[in-house]
């Protein structure tokens, strides 16, 4: 089992996201960190001139695929603290198989909110709160700003978020099955991994919206907490099933808005004693009364009920992050100041609008531009 790596080869059409220039480059990949359905990352420098840029992450997907050049095209708009940074981006021949790939050189982060949640279940001890907070606050906040630019990410889980468990910084990356919805027009309803498919996306729709986002991170959220995927559905129909374990039964407005001509199961049959509210208790209530309260609002059938991005970071399941300014790292023993949570750029200030004063209290985000 060896990550190790040592490819070096000529660019010769690496262009910079950020001024477009174009230039020959020698790259060096030196480590692989992750491999998918399409392609591998692996990390790499680069020598530009006699100076070496990186560790940048490389992910190398077979160019000329109309399906995969979107992720390069969403990677070049987007601009965000908690959005994965594109910074070169070029094609190479593969001398292995003599295909052209496409290669995207990325800000690399340390690891995945996935190894950072089977560390915890591997030593038998729960997330710190505070961290899921943290990391929640980020995915919403990622979340706010690509929504707002109509941009679905459409396969939010763990392994597609990047953290940095020493400053809490986290990102989110895997812009593969990344699109920007356009209203009223169809889109594919067979994305998302399986635990982390909106339950509109399980009865077929294909006119859903950004929110299925915003179930995937219910999802996350939920997992950081028990340490496990909460809806481990074992195909994609029983996924209904494992949710209506905690939600109850869908209603016949939510399968009707979502696809009139769903038939299949709809497992309508109570699977649970007592209320919702005790049955996410029973199951989430380490995540506290105002987790619960969130999680309720986040896990809902209707996406159109479902909170946004924007309310979610107005929760007060986020008031401890709002006055003090510190966390203790894992495995750290002193404190550690929280990341950038409330630098707000102008454009994040129009969306989120007159929820700002439950967003900071204080106002903090006129001296933080
Ligand atoms: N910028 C990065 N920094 C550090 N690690 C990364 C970075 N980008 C990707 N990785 C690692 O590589 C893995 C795979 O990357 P990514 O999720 O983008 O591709 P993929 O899963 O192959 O794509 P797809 O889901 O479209 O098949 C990630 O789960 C992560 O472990
Ligand atoms: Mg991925």
């Known amino acids: 089992m060896s990550n190790v790596t040592n490819t070096e080869f000529i660019a010769n059409d690496v262009q910079s996201n950020q ?8 790259v060096k990949e030196y480590k692989k ?28 997907v077979p160019a000329q695929t109309e399906y995969k050049s979107r992720e390069l095209e969403i990677l070049r708009v987007t601009n965000h603290p908690n959005v994965i940074k594109l910074e070169y981006f070029f094609t190479h021949k593969s001398p292995s198989d003599g295909k052209i790939y496409q290669h995207l050189a ?16 591997s030593s038998a001890i729960d997330m710190p709160l505070k961290h899921i907070k943290i990391y929640t606050y980020q995915i919403a906040r990622g979340m706010m700003y690509l929504h707002a ?18 400053s809490g910084v986290l990102k989110i990356c895997d812009f593969g099955s990344a699109k920007k919805l356009e209203p009223k027009l169809p889109s594919v309803s067979y994305i998302c991994s399986r635990y982390y498919r909106a339950p509109e996306l399980i009865i077929g729709s294909q006119f859903y919206s950004t929110q299925i986002d915003i179930w995937g991170l ?3 959220i939920a997992e950081m907490i028990l340490r ?19 939600l109850g039964p869908p209603d016949k407005r939510f399968v009707f808005n979502a696809n009139p001509k769903y038939t299949g199961p709809l497992f309508s049959r109570p699977l649970f004693s007592g209320s919702v509210l005790q049955r996410f208790e029973k199951i989430l209530g380490a995540s506290g009364d105002k987790g619960v309260d969130l999680l309720m609002k986040v896990l ?22 709002r006055v003090d ?19 707000f750029s102008n454009f994040e200030v129009d969306v989120i609008g007159e929820l700002m004063s439950g967003i900071i209290p204080d106002k903090q985000h006129v001296q933080a531009q």
């Open 300 to 321: 809902v059938y209707e996406p159109t009920q479902r909170y946004s991005p924007r309310r979610i970071l107005s929760h007060p399941f986020f008031d401890d992050l």
């Open 325 to 343: 300014g510190q966390f203790i790292p894992r495995g750290a023993t002193s404190p550690a100041p929280l990341p950038a949570l409330f630098n």
């Open 33 to 60: 960190i992750g491999e998918g359905a399409f392609g591998t990352v692996s990390q790499a420098k680069l020598l530009d001139g006699d100076i070496w840029l990186g560790p940048y992450a490389i992910k190398k």
């Open 149 to 166: 630019l109509g941009i679905c990410h459409r396969d939010i889980k763990p392994s597609n978020i990047l953290v940095d468990p020493t």
């Open 228 to 246: 496990k995927p909460i809806f481990q559905g074992d195909d994609p129909i029983l996924q209904l099933r494992e949710i209506s374990k905690l």
């Open 218 to 220: 219910g999802c996350v």
């Open 106 to 121: 990325m800000e690399c982060l340390p690891e995945t909110l996935q190894l950072e949640i089977r560390r915890y279940y």
């Open 19 to 26: 001024t477009n220039k174009i230039k020959q480059m020698l």
